[in-house]
């Protein structure tokens, strides 16, 4: 299957799990919303083109906050962290090594502790940014953070469920040269 048909098959899941199956689920208490949307921004291609990926996570945003009927909650920290991601994965793998030999992140391409410290940035930069842009305040300043960790926390549990259940093989690109 080309990387194209992949990413765009992976586009409409994640919209119909998030839309249909998790914010379906009731608020487990009143801090944690499972969020498991911004992981198809995390496993987009190691050499997509900055630009292509700020406007592919945009309507990807845009897509979710169309489904959910908030324009622009979800598609500002979708573009956030499509701006921090290419920073974060220069710091945290060499880019002469796995950029070269993989196609997408994932633990079999970075390796389970860059992995882990990517995603974990990268969701509580997003939820941190959304939770913000929901209230559009701090109010309580404890009781943001409590919704910022709650969320992160059960969002980050989905996420490594999901990459130990669904076996993503760390595909080696065919040209290395």
């Known amino acids: 299957m080309s990387n194209l048909l992949k990413n765009i098959i992976?586009?409409?899941l994640f919209i119909l799990v998030q839309v249909y199956i998790l914010n379906q689920v009731p608020p487990l208490?009143?801090?944690?919303?499972?969020?498991?949307?911004?992981?198809?921004?995390?496993w987009l291609p190691f050499q997509i083109n900055r630009f292509w990926l700020l406007v592919?996570?945009?309507f990807?945003?845009?897509?979710?906050?169309?489904?959910?009927?908030?324009?622009?909650?979800?598609?500002?920290?979708?573009?956030?962290?499509?701006?921090?991601?290419?920073?974060?994965?220069n710091l945290l793998i060499p880019k002469e090594t796995t950029e070269q030999s993989f196609i997408e992140p994932g633990r079999n391409s970075m390796g389970?502790?860059?992995?882990?410290?990517?995603?974990?940035?990268?969701t509580f930069v997003h939820h941190f940014y959304l939770v913000l842009?929901?209230?559009?305040?701090?109010?309580?300043?404890v009781y943001f953070l409590g919704k910022v960790a709650g969320?992160?926390?059960?969002?980050?549990?989905?996420?490594?469920?999901?990459?130990m259940l669904f076996n993503r093989k760390g595909r080696l690109r065919a040209n290395t040269a």
Request: with cysteine; glycine share 4%.
């Open 29 to 42: 208490h009143r801090f944690i919303v499972p969020y498991l949307y911004f992981l198809y921004i995390l």
């Open 60 to 89: 990807f945003g845009l897509t979710l906050d169309y489904f959910t009927g908030t324009p622009g909650l979800h598609a500002a920290p979708c573009v956030l962290i499509a701006y921090i991601r290419p920073f974060l994965l």
């Open 151 to 163: 969320t992160t926390a059960i969002s980050l549990l989905l996420i490594f469920l999901v990459e």
């Open 10 to 12: 992976r586009f409409a």
């Open 112 to 122: 389970w502790a860059p992995y882990a410290l990517y995603v974990s940035i990268l």
């Open 133 to 141: 842009i929901e209230w559009l305040q701090f109010g309580n300043f």
């Open 56 to 58: 592919i996570s945009f």
